[in-house]
């Protein structure tokens, strides 16, 4: 038992010299913090039995261990008394109670449309006097409560209003019966009671009763409002009259004491004559009649009574009804300082804001301050408005910091005795409403410290669930968010406590989601994508944790799935190795019965949980979206369109489309995509995680044109650095692509991360054009294709190498079959050649071709082949010119290789029919496709030559080729060429004789021989 | 000194920065007891708040340093005395502030090779 819980019995009979040096109120704070400090080794440890929940959930190994903590901590309150109203507030003491009860069978919807009516007639102005009249209602009290009645006359039954239904008229004397049996559960404090009766109709129904009011159902009950009015002025009358009558009660007469359930006892056998217990029953009876004043909506008289009440039990020591004096001393001057109310419950029962003090002067009784001194002048009731009392005003009223001091003094006396543990606790819930008014939060704090520490007897389960409820929200009120969030998972703790039969996830679950803001959590991931993570990291984790583990108890796995994957997205920096299993372990068992989806989750509570897409698994770190390969990129064809076209304005330079190009070009990429094509964006990507991370399912997501994604899977190995990957796709129609994201499957939870929200991503563009599909043409040759190209390639053209090598007046086809693989016909051929080399015209034209052959087949439809001959004729004329073989023996002659040039791709495809400006000569309707194949020739020396000497070979082979007739020789040697045209075995022989003469002066030979 | 304690050094974005003898339930009660640090830290001159909060057995003695960093320290035990060489504590921190290569309020102290 705590130091500071003295009994009340003890102290009851004993006089005070002890104390009597000190002024009361330091002794009173002294005695406060000494009860505090005693208090706060009030909750003992107990061994908790393993919660049922300890061995079912996943494994957050010091989850369990933690609730098991809390637990302990939570039990052990001792309960002395009656069951505490966590809602009441200063303004609660000028109320009247009324409790409204249905009797026999009343429709819960019924009763509480009648009981809504009814709670709207709270407040009521007296006819004839100015007076106020405040009601409070209730429709369930306990009978208990109402024994504190002489206590604190707020807490007096005092009227009773009760709803039933009658259908007929026998059932009418049983009705009226239990209507009786009502009453006399709050019958000793009931002023006045009513009887609503619904259903009953005919002669009953038409006596005029005051007690009792007939509807003939429960649509057609318009009076109900002025019954009630008419039942509160009769309350009043009777709280008038006990007003007065116990004001007038001289000091010299046999006053009765007063007392609380617990004290009865205790007074037995006392001596009644002696002036101690005279003084006591004045002074307890002074603060009931305060009590009364105030409730009569007098309030300065009330602060009188309570200020000479207060003198009157100090000097007796009576320290339960002194705190009981100085609370409503309290009250009262809270009522007349906050206007508004500290309930936080509205305006609407309160006074019409600013005219307070003015009727509060009206309703102040004259002559207030001599009754300080002449208490037995309390007689006069308060309508005469006199402005004379504005000093006594001043001087009974306290100010708002004494309003805390008397509340703390009052709540030291209320501490000491055990019983009263539901008052203390009330007061001190009252005190923190006025402090968060005046904002004055430590002190609140201080109180509610009080507060959590005081032993009622032994709460219910959800009374201590409401307990910390309360505490949480009164926390909240004063500006202690994370203190508040703390007593609200304290409480949903308790929901789910191991000594609930049936725990209550769902209550467990709104309750922790209500914590999240006191922990700096929010559950839409976009908070914690940007700047530094804000919060405790560790207790968010847990929290998440808490909420995964009743959510998935709630019978809701997609709620886990959600919280999980938000944990591991927004933590992952903070988690371990370890941790990083646990978590993806259990997010796979659940999602293995329950996928992650992408759509919001709504929340009975009207909170919609936003979809978490895991941007961070894997991490993307640039997107780069790629050009089509070389053989399938588009080609602007020049058309006789002009290119003014293109540019829309008519000005050279503009600096508003200057400045429009430069955004679009920041944003747009140079080049294009084409429908119908595989298209590919290369991500880097690495895998953040300690273990291979599959994803599955990757793809793009896109917008403004028709796009079919063709999703990838891939699995990244642990902790990788960064791994390019490819997505691709093929846009099905034509217009400007974005690439907005990427969409993926990790552990069984549908991500869609969209660009726009990843942090610290690079990316060069994520627009370009798709423009209208394109034919495709792929050409093969009878010839076999060359290793070595002729041209280094350039950036536009494709081109394919075959070689072939013949000697003069030999001849050979050359096929070329054009084949159409892609999806539009193809419409037009042109064919050119060029012979690479300085002295064409002593060749003459090697190549001829028929185009109207082959053009014949046009246009060639997808998939079909047409064929296109070249003949290669190698003529040369040595007769005419001397000089020739020289020249041949510089340069040699051969025709290496062609290259073919791929289609040009056309840009712009004019239909005939929408542009009139087709070129007229373009007889056939429809595109055109230019087919172009270019001709190459260059000579230099066939390598055959000097194979023998290949080390001489390598060193001059380049400069041959390159700079004709440049060879760096060795001193001494020197390079002879012998060409002959060879037609018949027989030649060869003197081809040899040639030979031989040569080859008396050279190192080495080769001939060839066609 | 005998008991339980668990002591953690909390920045300004309620981010723990160090902790010392991990108790699972002692992160949520430094947590709660940091809006009392905070409105202590405004009412008192010293550094060192004493003891702001407690909750059942235990005790939460605060320090604040100039640049909000609060240490918070959870103990089974009251004593005042006991707890006041915060200082010791607060000397190392200032080391360990001063040091260019620490980034301020951040759990993760990033020592890059150079």
Redesign the interface.
């Known amino acids: 038992v705590p130091a500071g819980d003295h009994d009340g019995a003890s102290q009851q009979g004993q006089p005070a010299q002890a104390q009597a040096r000190t002024s009361p109120a330091s002794r009173a704070l002294r005695s406060w913090r000494r009860s505090q400090a005693a208090r706060?080794?009030v909750?003992q440890?107990e061994k908790g039995g393993h919660p049922p929940w300890a061995s079912a959930g996943p494994p957050p190994r010091?989850?369990t261990?933690?609730v098991k903590?809390?637990l302990r901590?939570l039990r052990g309150w001792d309960f002395k008394m009656s069951v505490p109203d966590y809602m009441q507030c200063a303004e609660d003491h000028q109320t009247l109670l009324v409790v409204v009860q249905p009797v026999g069978i009343v429709s819960e919807e019924n009763f509480f449309r009648i009981y809504k009516r009814i709670c709207s007639v709270s407040q009521i102005s007296m006819r004839d006097s100015q007076r106020v009249l405040y009601i409070r209602y209730r429709h369930h009290y306990p009978p208990e409560n109402n024994e504190w009645g002489d206590f604190q006359t707020h807490r007096k039954v005092v009227g009773l209003i009760t709803i039933t239904d009658c259908f007929s008229a026998k059932d009418w004397p049983q009705t009226f019966e239990k209507f009786h049996v009502q009453k006399e559960i709050y019958g000793s404090t009931l002023y006045d009671s009513r009887l609503f009766v619904f259903g009953l109709q005919g002669e009953i129904a038409e006596q005029a009763r005051t007690d009792v009011a007939f509807y003939p159902n429960y649509e057609d009950c318009q009076t109900v409002e002025k019954r009630i009015e008419d039942f509160i002025e009769s309350l009043f009358i009777v709280l008038e009259s006990k007003r007065l009558d116990r004001a007038t009660d001289k000091s010299g007469d046999k006053i009765p004491l007063l007392c609380v359930p617990f004290e009865k006892k205790d007074f037995v056998g006392l001596d009644t004559d002696s002036r101690h217990y005279k003084k006591r029953c004045q002074g307890r009876m002074r603060k009931h009649v305060g009590d009364l004043c105030l409730q009569a909506g007098m309030l300065q008289d009330s602060l009188v009574h309570y200020h000479m009440s207060v003198e009157l039990l100090r000097s007796v020591n009576d320290f339960l009804w002194l705190g009981a004096a100085l609370e409503g001393l309290c009250s009262a001057s809270v009522i007349y300082h906050y206007p508004g109310g500290t309930g936080g419950k509205g305006g609407a029962r309160r006074f019409p804001g600013s005219t307070l003090p003015a009727e509060a002067a009206n309703r102040h009784r004259p002559g207030a301050q001599e009754v300080l001194i002449d208490p037995g002048a309390l007689t006069t009731n308060g309508i005469n408005p006199d402005t004379s009392t504005e000093i006594g005003r001043a001087k009974n009223c306290l100010s708002p910091e004494d309003i805390i001091d008397k509340y703390k003094e009052a709540i030291s006396y209320y501490s000491k005795y055990k019983n009263a543990g539901v008052i203390e606790l009330e007061a001190c819930i009252k005190a923190v409403r006025v402090l968060a008014i005046q904002k004055r939060?430590?002190e609140a704090?201080e109180f509610l410290?009080n507060a959590v520490y005081i032993n009622l007897r032994q709460l219910s389960e959800e009374e201590k669930i409401q307990r910390y409820s309360i505490l949480s929200e009164l926390?909240e009120l004063i500006?202690?968010?994370?203190?508040s969030?703390?007593?609200k998972?304290v409480a949903a703790m308790q929901c789910v406590a191991p000594s609930i039969a049936e725990p209550g996830w769902r209550a467990c679950y709104k309750l922790l989601l209500e914590t999240l803001p006191g922990?700096?959590l929010s559950l839409d991931p976009k908070d914690f994508s940007r700047g530094?993570?804000?919060?405790?990291?560790?207790?968010q984790m847990?929290l998440l944790h808490e909420l995964v583990y009743a959510s998935r108890r709630m019978g809701n796995p997609a709620l886990s799935v959600r919280h999980l994957s938000f944990l591991l997205q927004t933590m992952l920096?903070?988690l371990s190795d370890q941790e990083k299993k646990d978590v993806t372990q259990s997010l796979e068992n659940y999602t293995s019965k329950c996928p992650g989806t992408m759509e919001p989750i709504a929340l009975p509570g009207g909170l919609t949980l936003p979809p978490v897409p895991f941007t961070k698994l894997p991490i993307v770190r640039h997107v780069k979206l790629l050009n089509l390969p070389a053989s399938l990129r588009p080609h602007k064809v020049k058309s006789l369109l002009g290119q003014n076209m293109s540019t829309k304005s008519p000005f050279i330079y503009s600096p508003i489309i200057a400045h429009n190009r430069g955004e679009e070009r920041s944003k747009k990429i140079d080049f294009q995509w084409v429908q119908g094509d595989v298209c590919e964006v290369q991500l880097m990507v690495y895998n953040p995680m300690p273990f291979e991370l599959r994803v599955e399912n990757m793809g793009l997501l896109t917008s403004g044109v028709e796009f079919e994604s063709l999703p990838a899977a891939l699995s990244l190995p642990a902790e990788s650095g960064l791994y390019p990957v490819t997505l691709v796709g093929v846009p099905q129609t034509t217009g400007t692509i974005t690439v907005n994201g990427y969409h993926t499957t990790v552990f069984g939870v549908f991500s869609d991360c969209l660009l726009d929200n990843l942090p610290g991503i690079k990316t060069s563009g994520s627009t370009v054009e798709v423009i209208p599909a394109l034919p495709r043409l792929q050409i093969s040759t009878s010839l076999p294709r060359s290793a070595h190209s002729l041209q280094p390639p350039s950036g536009d053209e494709i081109s394919t190498n075959v070689s072939v090598q013949l000697y003069n007046g030999e001849s050979q086809q050359l096929i070329i079959k054009l084949e159409n693989i892609g999806m539009e016909p193809l419409e037009k051929l042109e064919v050119t050649s060029k012979v690479l080399t300085t002295k064409e015209k002593l060749y003459g034209d090697f190549l001829s071709w028929k185009l109207e052959e082959t053009l014949a087949q046009f246009p060639l439809q997808p998939g079909k082949v047409a064929t296109f001959t070249i003949n290669i004729k190698v003529k040369l004329d040595f007769s005419c010119q001397e000089n020739l073989l020289q020249d041949l023996s510089d340069d040699g002659i051969s025709v290496s290789g062609f290259p073919l040039s791929s289609p040009f791709r056309q840009v712009v495809r004019p239909r005939v029919e929408g542009k009139p400006v087709n070129p007229p000569e373009s007889s056939k309707a429809g595109d055109y496709s230019h087919v172009k194949v270019s001709w190459l020739c260059r000579r230099h020396l066939p390598c055959d030559v000097w194979a023998s000497t290949e080390s001489f070979l390598k060193r001059s082979f380049e400069p041959f080729s390159e700079r004709r007739g440049c060879v760096c020789l060795k001193a001494g040697f020197s390079v002879v060429f012998v060409l002959g045209q060879c037609f018949g075995k027989q030649s060869q022989g003197s081809l040899s004789a040639l030979f031989g003469v040569a080859n008396s002066r050279v190192l080495g030979t080769r001939r060839f021989v066609g | 000194m005998s008991g339980s304690f668990y002591f953690v050094i909390v920045g300004y974005r309620d981010n723990p920065v160090f902790e010392m003898k991990v108790l699972p339930a002692g992160k949520f009660i430094a947590h709660a007891a940091l809006d009392l640090t905070d409105e202590n830290m405004w009412l008192l001159n010293n550094m060192f708040l004493k003891t702001v909060d407690k909750f059942n057995e235990w005790f939460v003695s605060a320090h604040v340093t100039t640049g909000h960093m609060r240490f918070i320290m959870l103990h089974d035990i009251r004593q005042e005395d006991g707890i006041k060489n915060f200082t010791d504590v607060y000397d190392l921190y200032m080391k360990t502030v001063h040091n260019i290569w620490w980034v301020l309020h951040q759990f993760y102290v990033q020592v890059s090779n150079f």
């Not at chain 1, 500006?479 to 203190?483: A, I, Q, S, Y």
């Not at chain 1, 530094?532 to 207790?539: D, L, M, Y």
């Open positions: 706060a080794t909750a440890p010091s989850f261990e933690e903590f809390e901590a939060s430590m704090s410290q926390y500006g202690f968010h994370r203190k969030a703390f007593f998972r922990y700096s530094t993570h804000r919060g405790w990291a560790a207790v847990r920096d903070f």
